[in-house]
């Protein structure tokens, strides 16, 4: 029979519910299974993505000695708010084995197998001091800019690391954007619509709908990438008027 630790170590869903406590709704335990290397999580609020990216990370971390995870989040205050989700999981922690903190700031720790998760806001500069990255999760990857998405990659280039956006649409625009639509083979594409999430009622729904504008109501429970309000032309419209047949002026 396999150790306990062992057990945890290979199924991320006994971990989370074992080890923290954390029943995953099916879509969650789906993302903790899941063992590819690009991921594209398109979910309504509120479903739970960032507290699924805080079992991932601690996951990740406790089983892999010597990793570095980065979670980057669109700001401050919210890379805090998902570094807090991981720390309250960890200082309640149930294994056989207790893991220890190295060191623990305000936006980073380390356990003493050496692995760290790292917290980070939007601000790209501060990006570039880290490689080897074996995770990356982009949490409210729609709001993250480009930029940072493109200095964030190459840290998996030595590292064969895992890559995953999560995120509510936000319009017809950006990284997470053109990832889920045009991105190619290389990912796997999950959308979490709220009647897949077992905390929001149809009750409160259909008050959202009769609340809400259409557009932000279809973004952010339907997950529907809904073109932005202070949009000219549509995206269809852009594209349709693209042509290769057309040289480009170059000044
Ligand atoms: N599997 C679960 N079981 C019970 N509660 C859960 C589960 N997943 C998430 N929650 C709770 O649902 C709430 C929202 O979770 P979380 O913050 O992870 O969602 P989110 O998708 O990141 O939300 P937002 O869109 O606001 O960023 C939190 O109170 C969290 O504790
Ligand atoms: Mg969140």
New binding site residues.
């Given amino acids: 029979m396999l150790s306990n630790d062992l057990r945890l170590a290979l199924d991320a869903v006994a971990f989370a519910r074992e080890a923290l406590g ?4 099916p879509w ?1 335990a789906n993302v903790l299974r899941w063992n590819g290397k690009r991921l594209l999580l398109n ?1 309504c ?7 699924t990216a805080a079992v991932l990370a601690l996951h990740r971390a406790l089983y892999h000695p010597g990793s570095l995870i980065l979670v980057v989040s669109p700001s401050l205050r919210q890379s805090g708010e998902l570094f807090r989700k991981v720390t309250d999981f960890l200082s309640n922690i149930k294994l056989e084995q207790q893991p220890l903190l190295k060191e623990d700031n305000r936006l980073s720790l380390t356990l003493d197998n050496n692995s760290r998760i790292v917290s980070l806001p939007s601000t790209e500069t501060t990006v570039r001091g880290f490689s080897g990255a074996s995770l990356i999760i982009e949490d ?1 990857a729609s709001r993250v800019p480009d930029e940072l998405y493109y200095a964030v990659r190459p840290m998996l280039a030595v590292s064969g690391g895992r890559l995953i956006l999560m995120s ?1 649409p936000f319009g017809k625009r950006g990284h997470f954007f053109h990832e889920f639509v045009e991105g190619g083979e290389g990912w796997e594409r999950i959308s979490i619509p709220a009647s897949e999430c077992p ?1 929001i009622s149809q009750d409160f729904l259909k008050e959202e709908q009769a609340t809400m504008p259409d557009f932000f109501f279809r973004a952010e429970y339907l997950c529907e990438f809904t073109e932005t309000v202070d949009q000219v032309f549509s995206y269809e419209q852009v594209q349709g008027a693209l042509s290769d047949d057309i040289e480009p002026l170059q000044f």
């Fill in positions: 954390f029943e995953p709704d969650q979910c609020r509120q479903s739970g993505k960032s507290s409210e509510t905390r």
